[in-house]
């Protein structure tokens, strides 16, 4: 046998094969899919969907996102860390793609491609998802606002008489881009621990500084035990909110800030206080003399005083010109801390007594301050303010007020050096107003003026009555007598005639 026909034999012999097995896949594929259901060792997410219609496929993959709806994702960041729903982050799930992508096994494609989908012991559907990141961006910043947001520097607490250091916080501020590419990414690969993209932020001033505050740079107690109720419950009230104040390198503290709004409902109560030279009653009445004692505990710690007012007449409870009021906000007490290291305020008002303390670092133990009060000129109140008062009786006069002496002083620091005096500095100057007594007067009428008034008015009006009722009778009188008259002359003319 030629070769030529051996060839030809062979090829013969080749080509039924590959029809043999071309029938034989094409008969396998079919006979896989010819149920119009998903062919066997389709998986999805662990569970087998072959031998599904559509319809129950479709209802397989719905439970399955039901419940990754209701799974939590964790986004963190160092040891912090910020949980919310999956379903809140903007993510959603094409059913209706993946059903297609399921049934489509063995029915798309190449023959052979189709032959090997169905010879598969398991081919895995990926269920496709979409990202909506505006609601992606809006869940973040809810669920992670307590990690975003700006460092916090350490801090001071007083207890038993001792520091205890509040540490510093980084803050964060947070790349929400990145952030979502990261959180994609997880969800993909089915994993629910998200990074946050961020950028630290050191805190300013850490537990480091804290730790130099330690020594008392001024302090200053004043005495308000005499005080009415509602005064003392206001000294303490602002006490209380001035006590554990840290002032930072730099910073202006001002005391009508920490201590207002003055209300009830900030814990005040009415009380005395200055207005327009007289005493008056409103809430918050004392807390003058809080912003006083601790001027005079900033000036000996030596903090730069920005503003301080004297007040309009003079106080009994610290020196002239050693006084620092607060009225609204056009009257303020602010001191800068211009060290380099924090200070720390502390206040006690224990019902008689009332002390501020200023607390840093020393750096000078030989050198100390002392403040002196002279008063420089003297003006004595003279004449009266007149109060007209229709409720008290006219006559009766009662001082309501004693009027205040006005003053001129001024303040001196003095500076020392292991006990020596090195300086002398003129620090502040006030002036105090002169006021008059204030004297209300009565101008209501006595009770025996208003009696006579009426005694008198009743004969005036007895008499006008008596004479009314003359009148009445004297018309009376003449109206009979002219009857009689005209019935006499009637008689007579009838007389007359009968005689004719």
Known sequence: MSKKIKAGIAAGVLAVICIGVFVYISQTV???????????????????????????????IENYIEKEKTKDITFYVDDKKAVTKLSKTGVSW??????????????????????????????????????????????????????????????????????????????????????????????????????????????????????????????????????????????????????????????????????????????YYLAGSYENGQTVQTYGGGICQVSTTLYNAVIRAELKIKERHPHSMTVSYVPRSADAAIAGTYKDLKFQNQFDFPIYIEGIADGSNITFTVYGQKTNPNRHVEFVSETTSVRNSSGEKVIKDPTMEEGKRVVEQVGHTGYEARLWKIVKEKGKKTKKILFNTSSYMATPNTVRVGTKKK??????????????????????????????????????????????????SKED
Not at 455 to 472: A, G, V
Request: glycine share 8%.
């Open 94 to 267: 094409d059913v209706e793609k993946t059903v297609k992508d399921a049934y489509g096994v063995g029915r798309s494609g190449s023959i052979i491609s189709r032959y090997s989908q169905v010879k598969k012991d398991q081919v895995e559907v990926k269920i496709e998802r979409s990202y909506d990141q505006e609601t992606f961006d809006k869940e973040l910043e809810s669920a992670a606002k307590k990690i975003v947001s700006e460092p916090k520097n350490a801090s001071l607490k007083r207890k038993n008489g001792k520091f205890v250091i509040v540490k510093e916080k980084t803050g964060y501020a947070l790349n929400k881009k990145s952030t979502f590419q990261a959180y994609k990414k997880q969800v993909e690969a089915e994993s629910f621990k998200v990074p946050l993209k961020v950028t630290r932020k050191k805190a300013e001033y850490t537990s480091e500084d804290m730790a130099k505050v330690k020594d008392k740079l001024g302090t200053k107690t004043t005495y308000y035990g005499s005080s009415a109720p509602g005064r003392k419950g206001n000294v303490a009230n602002g006490a209380k909110m001035i006590n554990g104040s840290v002032v930072y390198p730099g910073e202006t503290f001002s005391v009508y800030k920490a201590v207002s709004p003055f209300t009830s409902e900030n814990g």
């Open 447 to 496: 009770e025996k003026d208003k009696d006579k008034k009426k005694d008198s008015d009743k004969k005036n009006k007895d008499k006008k009555n008596t004479e009314k009722s003359t009148e009445k009778t004297t018309e009376k009188n003449k109206t009979t007598e002219k009857k009689k008259e005209a019935k006499k002359k009637s008689t007579e003319g009838t007389k007359k």
């Open 30 to 60: 079919k006979g896989a899919t010819k149920d119009h259901k998903i062919v066997q060792g389709v998986v999805f997410e662990g569970k087998s969907l072959g031998g599904m219609t559509k319809e129950e496929a479709k209802k397989e």
